[in-house]
């Protein structure tokens, strides 16, 4: 009789129980699970994690805990496994809600233009970027930013930026 860990824990009814209803979940531990079996000495390295599945399925996740139920099945060796108990019963998922905002992309310079030139005007097309995200870490976003270097120019720039989400504290 030994363990068996590692043995990924599949996802059931994603899409019905939380995408359709905009949400999104996180494991909070392990997204493995482990039972004990008992199989002959001989057949121990025979037997593995691959022989096992585990499944949760999110449409019986328990409101109140975030928790739900793994179910373990034997897939492969079936005939060298005498017995098997889930070690792992239950996991804990967390669910938010996501949220779609829009953010106004704001310029941010660097560098210095030659002696002489001044930044005068900027146009940024599109001028907003729209942002879905779980509720927890919308919460954390400030404002969208392109950042143009400026180091030496003398004429009019036409580029292309990465737009960055920066929270309060600039990062």
Not at 29 to 52: H, I, L, N
Not at 84 to 96: A, C, G, L, M, Y
Not at 103 to 116: K, L, P, R, W, Y
Not at 148 to 163: C, F, H, M, Y
Request: net charge negative.
């Amino acid at each position: 009789t030994y363990i068996i860990s590692g043995i990924p824990i599949k996802v059931l009814n994603e899409q019905s129980t939380i995408k359709d209803n905009n949400l999104t979940y996180e494991f909070t531990g392990e997204k493995t699970a482990s039972v004990q079996v008992t199989v002959r000495r001989t057949d121990k390295r025979r037997v593995s994690a691959e022989d096992f599945e585990a499944t949760v399925d999110l449409s019986q996740i328990y409101g109140a805990t975030g928790s739900v139920a793994v179910n373990i099945s034997v897939v492969n060796n079936k005939t060298l496994i005498r017995s098997w108990n889930p070690i792992t019963r239950s996991v804990k998922i967390d669910v938010e809600e996501m949220q779609t905002r829009e953010f106004e992309i704001q310029v941010e310079h660097s560098g210095t233009a030659q002696d002489s030139y001044t930044f005068s005007d900027e146009t940024v097309s599109p001028s907003v970027v729209k942002v879905t995200a779980p509720e927890s870490i919308m919460d954390t976003i400030d404002h969208a930013a392109v950042n143009i270097s400026i180091d030496g120019l003398s004429d009019d720039v036409d580029t292309k930026a990465e737009v960055k989400l920066y929270t309060r504290a600039g990062r």
